[in-house]
């Protein structure tokens, strides 16, 4: 094989975190030379047997650097950026990772003459209360008007073996007497599927999807968040009852848990600010096809997924005997 006839090098910020593994998967499928650009590289060589020899590469990326950024992307024929924070650590802020950093792979990708995909969230608005829904709205903007081609996609609440939202709660309810409904437990979610949305990335790079458009990616059942923890619940086979914890409690609670230096808050006073608002696909959406089944993406159901990852919560794993909660 020449060099003029190499497969298209996509390079993919973030490309170890939950979502862009399964990203780097898809990609790896179809052919595509990869470039899986993070923060620490060493522990980002689980990928590697993915792809074929050579097919997966690493190089060391900050996006708060600007200068790292434009060398990952140098070369690259598309840019996927999967890089996103659910609550702030040090210098990794909501504005320098999901706002400067987002404009830097933008830019970056422009200079390249790259075409890019950029995963953002439902619920990204420049006028949020929420900072990490406003600096997620802000990162659209700014890619949108960086490159007008650009393909952003908006995923609800993901699930998959590696999440943080299924996973914590299921990890709660081994040693928890209760679990928190925040708000009342009515927010509602549109889970969606981590492979779902990898094989969305995939068909942005492969140019299939009309570019320069927002998609909002929702699985195929709406749930409140009681549901989902009532599903989760039945799954992982315990007992626990639920009790609503007001708005105002919670994002007390939160913002204490966030002044503990070097530990990972289980809840943050933005993430309570985001629980007031609903989380699915918008009508809008749907009408004009930017959805996963308006881009032939029959989505998954939660409940087909959930069970192969969640068993190791039950109290004796898999030889648990379903029927006796705990």
Same mark, same amino acid.
Request: hydrophobic content about 45%.
């Given at each position: 094989m020449t060099l003029s006839n190499l497969p298209p090098l996509v390079t993919v !910020? @973030?490309?170890?975190?939950?979502? %862009? *593994?399964?990203?780097? =998967?898809a990609l790896a499928r179809r052919g595509y030379r990869i470039r899986v650009a993070v923060r620490r590289p060493d522990l980002a060589f689980f990928l590697q047997p993915i792809g074929g020899v050579g097919q997966i590469s690493f190089v060391q990326a900050n996006l708060r650097y600007r200068n790292s950024v434009d060398r990952a992307v140098a070369g690259s024929d598309h840019v996927v950026n999967c890089v996103g924070i659910l609550f702030e650590s040090g210098r990794n802020s909501f504005d320098a990772v999901q706002d400067f950093g987002a404009r830097a792979v933008a830019e970056a990708a422009r200079a390249a003459g790259a075409t890019l995909t950029h995963v953002s969230a439902i619920g990204a608005d420049e006028s949020s209360a929420s900072a990490y829904a406003r600096t997620k709205g802000r990162a659209e903007a700014a890619v949108l008007r960086t490159l007008p081609d650009a393909t &952003?996609?908006?995923?609800? +609440? &993901? !699930?998959?073996?590696? $999440? %943080?939202?299924?996973?914590?709660?299921?990890?709660?309810? =081994?040693?928890?007497?209760?679990?928190?409904?925040? @708000?009342?437990?009515?927010? *509602?979610? /549109?889970? +969606?599927?981590?492979? $779902?949305?990898?094989?969305?990335?995939? *068909?942005?790079?492969? @140019?299939?999807?009309? =570019?320069? =458009?927002?998609?909002?990616?929702?699985?195929p059942e709406v749930m409140t968040f009681r549901q989902c923890l009532e599903l989760m619940l039945r799954i992982v086979d315990r007992k626990r009852p639920l009790v609503s914890l007001p708005f105002g409690i919670a994002s007390l609670i939160g913002s204490a848990a966030s002044l503990i230096p070097f530990v990972k808050p289980p809840l943050t006073a933005d993430q309570v600010t985001l629980l007031r608002s609903d989380n699915v696909v918008s009508e809008a959406a749907k009408a004009e096809g930017r959805t996963l089944e308006g881009i @032939? &993406? /029959?989505?998954?159901?939660?409940?087909?997924?959930l069970p192969s990852y969640l068993v190791r919560y039950r109290p004796q794993g898999q030889f648990t005997r379903t029927g006796k909660a705990a």
């Open positions: !910020f @973030g490309g170890s975190g939950f979502v %862009g *593994r399964h990203v780097v =998967r &952003i996609l908006r995923p609800s +609440v &993901i !699930f998959g073996p590696e $999440d %943080g939202f299924f996973n914590k709660f299921a990890a709660m309810s =081994r040693f928890a007497p209760a679990l928190p409904l925040i @708000g009342g437990g009515e927010t *509602r979610f /549109q889970p +969606v599927y981590v492979a $779902d949305v990898a094989e969305a990335v995939a *068909r942005a790079v492969d @140019g299939t999807i009309a =570019r320069g =458009r927002v998609y909002e990616l929702g699985g @032939g &993406i /029959q989505p998954v159901l939660a409940e087909a997924i």
